[in-house]
């Protein structure tokens, strides 16, 4: 079956300074490769340092000449993120492209993290926060975009109110659900302090659709000692060009949402295809559970109090 090739022109950015998360491989490396080689120096904060000298090294090879420096980050340390926070901050040079991109998906049991939080809530959306808390007067005086990495999942189930962690009864897919749904509303509401606070931050978000990449592959930091029949499904349809899209495409709509001039604060975007599975990135209606203000509030405060930090509103 012929395959349609889809991509998207990356504007020069010389000059400027963008850190992904989740880059030693999937999605994440794609961003940051596409990244340096639009000239921007990229950083890549990575939990596992081997993972991450051999991503760094394909970046290098890819584009010849490319800036790029590790850092280590643990999302579900609050300590690390504190730590990393610190280092770059010391540095003092402004950030101006933040993509969002880490994650991980359906552990089989439940499982925590570093703070005792339910360990999707606590990567994909505390640690998150906590990192863009961190790095706020880089990102200010960068005047930066900010993208953050939602999943089609975020479009059913709900958050937890009632417990948040998860601890009276745990679903997988539905805990993934509840990280990406906080998250999105975080990033919206991120886009709306900062214009009613002068900020200068713009915020959005981006999913990539469906597509082969690790997060229900074989991950042992997740209890999951082979990858899912999920994931088998995914690689067998993706292969043949069925439904879904590829790793070089799913990293498109997070690629144009971070760095394209059209698009916009406060939005989302994903693949145009059927069902927003695949296909080249667009602007989507934003889903059902994320368009309420006061929810994405209540998000933000509780966030705050979990990892102990705090957006000045000055």
Same mark, same amino acid.
């Given at each position: 079956m012929?395959?349609?090739?889809?991509?998207?022109?990356?504007?020069?950015?010389?000059?400027?300074?963008?850190?992904?998360?989740?880059?030693?491989?999937?999605?994440?490396? +794609?961003?940051?490769?596409?990244?340096?080689?639009?000239?921007?120096?990229?950083?890549l904060p990575v939990r596992n340092p081997a993972k991450g000298r051999a991503a760094a090294a394909r970046i290098s090879h890819a584009v010849p000449g490319a800036d790029v420096s590790l850092h280590a980050l643990d999302l579900s340390s609050l300590a690390s993120v504190a730590a990393l926070g610190d280092t770059l901050r010391e540095d003092g040079r402004p950030l101006h492209v933040l993509v969002n991109n880490a994650g991980v998906m359906t552990p089989p049991a439940r499982r925590t993290t570093a703070d005792g939080f339910e360990l999707q809530f606590g990567t994909n959306h505390l640690g998150h926060f906590a990192?863009?808390?961190?790095?706020?007067?880089?990102?200010?005086?960068? $005047?930066? $975009?900010?993208?953050?990495?939602?999943?089609?999942?975020?479009?059913?189930?709900?958050?937890?109110?009632?417990?948040?962690?998860?601890?009276?009864?745990?679903?997988?897919?539905k805990a993934y659900s509840q990280s990406k749904i906080?998250? +999105?509303?975080?990033?919206?509401?991120?886009?709306?302090?900062?214009?009613?606070?002068?900020?200068?931050?713009?915020?959005?978000?981006?999913?990539?659709?469906?597509?082969?990449?690790?997060?229900?592959?074989?991950?042992?930091?997740?209890?999951? +000692?082979?990858?899912?029949? +999920?994931?088998?499904?995914?690689s067998a349809l993706s292969g043949r060009g069925i439904l879904l899209g590829t790793v070089a495409t799913a990293t498109l709509p997070a690629l144009y949402a971070a760095t394209a001039a059209e698009a916009g604060p406060g939005r989302l975007y994903g693949p145009n295809g059927l069902g927003h599975l695949k296909g080249a990135p667009a602007e989507q209606r934003l889903y059902s559970r994320l368009r309420n203000a006061e929810e994405a509030r209540r998000v933000w405060r509780i966030s705050e109090e979990l990892t102990k930090t705090s957006f000045p509103t000055g």
């Amino acid at each position: 079956m012929p395959r349609t090739t889809v991509d998207i022109t990356v504007p020069d950015l010389t000059g400027r300074r963008a850190l992904v998360t989740g880059a030693s491989d999937g999605i994440g490396l +794609g961003l940051a490769t596409r990244l340096a080689a639009a000239g921007a120096e990229v950083i890549l904060p990575v939990r596992n340092p081997a993972k991450g000298r051999a991503a760094a090294a394909r970046i290098s090879h890819a584009v010849p000449g490319a800036d790029v420096s590790l850092h280590a980050l643990d999302l579900s340390s609050l300590a690390s993120v504190a730590a990393l926070g610190d280092t770059l901050r010391e540095d003092g040079r402004p950030l101006h492209v933040l993509v969002n991109n880490a994650g991980v998906m359906t552990p089989p049991a439940r499982r925590t993290t570093a703070d005792g939080f339910e360990l999707q809530f606590g990567t994909n959306h505390l640690g998150h926060f906590a990192l863009v808390a961190r790095l706020l007067p880089l990102l200010r005086a960068g $005047r930066a $975009r900010v993208t953050s990495q939602i999943s089609v999942a975020a479009n059913r189930n709900a958050i937890n109110w009632h417990d948040l962690n998860w601890e009276r009864s745990y679903a997988g897919m539905k805990a993934y659900s509840q990280s990406k749904i906080a998250f +999105g509303l975080f990033g919206l509401e991120l886009d709306r302090l900062s214009r009613a606070h002068g900020w200068g931050i713009t915020s959005n978000l981006a999913h990539p659709g469906v597509a082969p990449t690790n997060l229900l592959a074989a991950r042992p930091e997740v209890g999951r +000692g082979t990858q899912t029949a +999920g994931r088998r499904l995914i690689s067998a349809l993706s292969g043949r060009g069925i439904l879904l899209g590829t790793v070089a495409t799913a990293t498109l709509p997070a690629l144009y949402a971070a760095t394209a001039a059209e698009a916009g604060p406060g939005r989302l975007y994903g693949p145009n295809g059927l069902g927003h599975l695949k296909g080249a990135p667009a602007e989507q209606r934003l889903y059902s559970r994320l368009r309420n203000a006061e929810e994405a509030r209540r998000v933000w405060r509780i966030s705050e109090e979990l990892t102990k930090t705090s957006f000045p509103t000055g």
